[in-house]
């Protein structure tokens, strides 16, 4: 298995409360993405990163940042949590371009 | 507008048959597919890929066919077992590939004794 951890694994938080949801691999692998899965609509891109500092929104952006500081991390923020952000978000892996991610266990973020 | 579609949300198979799952894309500059497989409280597992320039590739029990003039391709398992229970996605890379893939929806595969 590549070596991604996510943490946390569960968390609930209210609405309007900012959450940071951290990816961590071991891999040293130059890509990381951010998806998020939704019943009915499968994995959608977040956000993904090419390289440290170097980052580029996805299909479903509106209301998440992230930064990339260290090969190894990828942090995903909801600066203001609402309620449709309610869902499992998985971080990706890939050494090379067009080539296999690899994911990690997920997080299931619950905005109440 | 869905550039990915797995029009079956479902699908059950007998064990020891052979289990089929489609996909159809809509976007040309699509260069290279991937199946992956999903349990619950899982994250997905790559299983297969294919690049645009083949038309079949074939890994053990799991075979992935392209067809690029319909726009479809398909993931055979044969023969089929309990373990292969899961969702199956089917995603893509377009182009130069590092701004991510696009998934399809998922087919639920169940696989009865």
């Known amino acids: 298995d590549a070596g991604i951890t996510q943490s946390p694994r569960h968390k609930v938080t209210e609405t309007g409360t900012p959450v940071t949801l951290r990816c961590h691999q071991t891999?040293?692998?130059?890509?990381m993405y951010w998806y998020r899965q939704d019943p009915g609509h499968g994995l959608r891109l977040i956000h993904y990163s090419y390289g440290v500092k170097d980052t580029d929104k996805g299909e479903v952006s509106d209301g998440y940042s992230v930064s990339r500081s260290k090969t190894e991390d990828f942090l995903l923020t909801l600066e203001s949590a609402t309620s449709s952000q309610t869902s499992v978000y998985f971080c990706?892996?890939?050494?090379?371009?067009?080539?296999?991610?690899?994911f990690g266990p997920g997080t299931r973020l619950t905005v109440l | 507008d869905q550039q990915v579609k797995q029009n079956s949300p479902s699908l059950s198979v007998q064990e020891g048959r052979i289990s089929i799952l489609n996909c159809d894309y809509t976007n040309s500059m699509f260069d290279y597919f991937l199946w992956y497989k999903k349990y619950p409280a899982e994250g997905p597992t790559f299983l297969i890929s294919i690049s645009s320039i083949k038309d079949k590739n074939e890994d053990g029990r799991f075979t992935v066919f392209l067809n690029k003039s319909a726009k479809h391709l398909s993931l055979h398992i044969v023969p089929s077992q309990p373990g292969d229970s899961a969702v199956y996605f089917c995603?893509?890379?377009?182009?130069?590939?590092?701004?991510?893939?696009?998934f399809g929806k998922g087919t639920h595969l169940i696989i009865q004794p």
């Open positions: 891999e040293n692998h130059r890509y």
């Open positions: 990706a892996i890939s050494g090379q371009i067009n080539n296999e991610q690899f």
């Open positions: 995603a893509a890379y377009s182009g130069g590939g590092a701004d991510g893939l696009t």
